[in-house]
């Protein structure tokens, strides 16, 4: 019993990532989870993936909030008119 529990509770911080007092959470983790995966992505690529639960500012929102917490990195790009994220976890 004792093993099983410690399995739940390393999965628990995933589980519960879109459940927060931020109304944008779940959006959050979305977008986080899409970022990590990729590793890098454009901002472009990201919102053709998201744009039916996430609107442009609400990303905005979220693209700082990750910043700040030191999870992304963003890159402006005014030759192609994009951004890029890279995960730096």
Request: proline share 1%; aromatic share 6%.
């Amino acid at each position: 019993a004792l093993m099983y529990m410690e399995d739940v509770e390393t999965r628990m911080p995933g589980t519960f990532a879109s459940i927060g007092r931020n109304s944008l959470s779940h959006q959050m983790a979305t977008v986080k989870s899409i970022i990590e995966a990729r590793g890098e992505i454009l901002r472009s690529d990201l919102m053709s993936m998201v744009h039916t639960d996430v609107s442009l500012s609400d990303l905005e929102e979220i693209e700082r909030t990750l910043e700040v917490a030191k999870v992304i990195k963003i890159y402006r790009l005014t030759e192609k008119s994009d951004t890029r994220y890279k995960w730096t976890g």
